[in-house]
């Protein structure tokens, strides 16, 4: 997956229902840019030295500029 962006929706919040290919793309992710919205579940399927960059907001206070 070197080089390639992939977009993958957290859908309702279970865990179990991310999809096959989903589920690939955070294990195998050199680099993960994630919000409030994603079940903290989701990102211990991350190998262990990738980078997590939190780019979430709430009531419109951006944690990043």
């Avoid at 992939?6 to 919000?35: F, K, M, N, W």
């Avoid at 994603?38 to 211990?44: P, Y």
Wanted: hydrophobic content about 40%.
């Amino acid at each position: 997956m070197q080089g390639k962006v992939y977009l993958v929706g957290a859908g309702p919040g279970d865990p179990g229902l991310i999809t096959v290919r989903g589920l690939e793309c955070i294990r195998q992710a050199e680099s993960i840019i994630y919000d409030n919205l994603v079940n903290d579940d989701l990102l211990s399927f991350a190998k262990e030295r990738v980078r997590l960059f939190y780019a979430g907001k709430k009531g419109g206070e951006h944690f990043l500029k």
